[in-house]
């Protein structure tokens, strides 16, 4: 469905949002094919089997839907979401293998205990973003934990630059792209609007320090389009 929605009260995942989300994260998103097969082909190299892949965030399930593909009954499938319709759609999706018992597609908010995994893999993809900053450290951490020895964690979040002026420009470039496809000066306003305090980004450098901080020694970026970035974080096997 054609992402239409010019919304007027704060952001929230709802039916609407839900049902046109693959065509917002297209629109929205600069280098959205580009990023997503990025975030697969690591994911692909990390992939150990008989370990957890876990998405957190895993919205409609269109980042763990190719791993499910590839890697089958050699592993196990999680999916955290908070949202009830996305969590609605998810498990529509992956209902064969949540009856196999090869997907489990859970309602969790992070800000709680964070669940046992022995996971290879852990996503979070426009994820943490929507986390009140004060929680992102400890998830992190609860991540690190959870990842198994030579797994690894992405991460992709919008961000913000390290100087106001610079910043402007990449939010500019941001709102350029977004009227390039096809988005009305309306419906881009209303979004920013609707997303202040909701969608709370930081530096990259900052999410860099909550990665090292949470114990992870090999970090990179992978990918980055102006105020748009992935990485990264692999647990050391020493």
């Not at 901080?213 to 990918?223: H, L, P, Q, S």
Request: proline share 3%; aromatic share 12%.
């Amino acid at each position: 469905m054609k992402d239409q929605i010019l919304p007027d009260t704060k952001w929230q995942f709802n039916e609407e949002v839900t049902a046109s989300f693959d065509d917002m994260l297209e629109r929205s998103i600069p280098q959205y094919d580009v990023m997503r097969k990025a975030c697969f082909d690591i994911a692909c190299i990390f992939v150990k089997k008989g370990t957890d892949i876990v998405d957190l965030g895993c919205s409609r399930g269109e980042a763990i839907a190719p791993l499910i593909s590839k890697f089958g009954a050699h592993n196990r499938f999680i999916g955290l979401e908070i949202s009830e319709p996305m969590l609605e759609a998810a498990q529509k999706r992956f209902e064969g293998f949540i009856n196999c018992g090869i997907v489990q597609i859970l309602k969790h908010d992070l800000r709680e205990e964070y669940p046992l995994f022995n996971a290879s893999v852990t996503q979070a993809i426009l994820t943490l973003q929507f986390v009140p900053i004060e929680y992102r450290q400890r998830i992190i951490r609860n991540i690190y934990q959870s990842t198994c020895y030579g797994g690894v964690f992405l991460m992709v979040e919008k961000v913000i630059g390290n100087m106001a002026e610079i910043d402007r420009i990449m939010v500019n470039n941001y709102y350029n792209l977004k009227a390039e496809n096809g988005y009305s000066q309306e419906q881009i306003e209303r979004k920013r609007l609707s997303l202040e305090g909701v969608l709370v980004p930081v530096t990259a450098n900052w999410n860099e320090e909550l990665l090292r901080n949470a114990g992870f020694r090999y970090i990179d970026c992978f990918w980055r389009w102006m105020n748009f970035a992935g990485w990264l974080a692999i647990k050391d096997c020493s």
